[in-house]
């Protein structure tokens, strides 16, 4: 029997690659012009991490973590997102003693063992950004301004961005209490996960999909309502900032974020076509999390997207790659030859160029170059070789021409 891939980890194969390139490229270009720099941090920290920064009592560290002792009996854990790691090599690099402000972004797999379904999955992949070192609400619309337009440039419509503030450790623990009290009252109405959760985190049942949740909290007070006024200003200003740079945005009172570590604003940017899975990005500020780790006390916010479904909602619309600028179809073995160390030379210079290699039938090659999509189709024959010229076929146009081999370069390029 064929040993087949895990449950919940894809093989991204060639054809789906292509969107996975556009989409990386397309964050590099724009996070880059916004000033922040890529970091790249291991995919397995010491477990630790991350109970102390999701918190020991969200979904994912309660129940989704791939945690394992290694030979040496460390427990490790593959990491199930990128703020953490991020901030564990931000404090154990000294990373703000080169400027009081960092602006880091990162591409890679997180894991999270949830049930598979569209969407969701155990190894999936992020694109994130996290800016260091500013509590400025200017930065917080910023940061969705790029967002927003990262969304605008890849062409991915459909989608909402809406935010919230959970306060901050001055208000949120009178909320929580206000909350626990309205919860305590409709306690037989909440599902098992949220009874079981109401005290010791009580937001989560805010979220809850179950539709007994949903019904039993629709009058649940909201923590905007209750802000302390250092968070009711930072909020007020982000909504004022977001309005000036045009993000559209919608306020959702009701959005709590599956991690601990936030603070004041957050934010998701939601869509209706992926079912179930409704946020493709989502973050927030986070203006503890890095003294709670040991590091100094600097404020943070930032966002991850989740790439796989981003590639579900463009694959509609995915371009086909490029084929070939040249495909070098020859008859006989000289022309076979030649044919061999020209496609070589096309390609360290950079010229997409492909051949058959078995010998074929001119046909059955001219076959192969249509299938490739090959724009141009050089036909190298014995007797053309000895006169210096070979045939140039333009597959779009349908023309052919005869061309001297030392043209062939200047040609090719023209057509790449
Ligand atoms: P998160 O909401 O847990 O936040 O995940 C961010 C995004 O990752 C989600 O909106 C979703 O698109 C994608 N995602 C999460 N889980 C899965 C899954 N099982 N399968 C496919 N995609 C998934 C964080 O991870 C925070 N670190 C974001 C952040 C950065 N906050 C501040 N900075």
């Known amino acids: 029997m064929s040993i087949t891939g895990i449950k919940g980890m894809n093989d991204i194969l060639p054809g789906e690659v292509e969107t996975w390139q556009f989409l990386e490229q397309n964050a590099r270009q724009i996070f880059g012009a916004f000033g922040y720099r890529e970091i790249r941090v291991p995919v397995a920290e010491k477990t630790e991490l991350f109970c102390r920064s999701i918190g020991e009592t969200t979904d994912i560290v309660e129940k989704e973590m791939y945690t394992f002792s290694d030979k040496g009996g460390t427990s490790m854990t593959l990491r ?28 890679g797999p997180m894991f999270r063992h949830e049930r598979p379904q569209k969407g969701r999955y155990r190894q999936f992949h992020q694109i994130g950004a996290e800016v260091i070192g500013l509590d400025d609400p200017k930065i917080d619309a910023q940061v969705l301004a790029m967002l927003s337009h990262f969304f605008q440039a890849v062409g ?21 209490q206000t909350l626990l009290a309205f919860l305590h009252d409709r306690l037989p109405q909440l599902c098992a996960d949220c009874q079981r959760r109401a ?36 909020f007020d200003a982000v909504r004022g900032h977001l309005n000036q740079l045009e993000v559209p945005f919608a306020v959702n009172p009701r959005m709590v974020r599956g991690l601990d570590y936030y603070t004041k604003t957050t934010f ?15 973050g927030g500020r986070y203006d503890g999390l890095i003294a709670s780790l040991g590091g100094p006390p600097l404020p943070g916010i930032g966002f ?20 070939p600028a040249v495909f070098i179809a020859t008859l006989g073995s ?47 024959g014995g007797d053309e070789l000895a006169r210096g010229v070979a045939q140039i076929r333009d597959m779009a146009a349908g023309t052919q021409a005869e061309v001297p081999l030392e043209d062939i370069d200047k040609l090719v390029r023209s057509a790449g």
Do not use: W
């Not at 009081?100 to 972004?105: F, H, I, S």
């Not at 991915?156 to 929580?176: M, W």
């Not at 998701?268 to 989502?282: C, H, K, N, P, Y």
């Not at 160390?341 to 001219?366: C, F, H, N, P, V």
């Open 199 to 234: 005290a010791t985190n009580p937001l989560r049942a805010l979220d809850c999909k179950v539709p007994g949740c949903i019904e039993a909290t629709a009058g649940a007070p909201a923590m905007v309502e209750h802000l302390c006024s250092g968070c009711a200003l930072h």
């Open 304 to 323: 991850a997207m989740g790439e796989e479904r981003l590639a579900l909602l463009l694959s509609d619309s995915a371009a086909t790659p490029p084929g």
């Open 268 to 282: 998701e940017m939601v869509t209706d076509r992926l079912g179930a899975q409704s946020a493709v990005a989502a």
């Open 334 to 380: 000289e022309a076979a030859s030649y044919g061999f160390r020209l496609l070589t030379r096309l390609q360290r210079e950079g010229i997409y160029a492909e051949m058959e290699y078995a010998g074929k039938s001119l046909k059955a090659q001219l076959r192969r170059a249509d299938k490739l999509g090959a724009q141009k189709v050089l036909i190298l």
């Open 80 to 107: 199930p997102e990128g703020t953490a790691p991020v901030m564990r090599a931000f404090i154990e690099h000294k990373l703000h003693n080169l400027d009081p402000v960092t602006k880091l972004y990162y591409l």
């Open 156 to 176: 991915i419509t459909g989608v909402a961005l809406q935010v919230n503030s959970l306060g901050c450790p001055e208000c949120r623990p009178d909320y929580r």
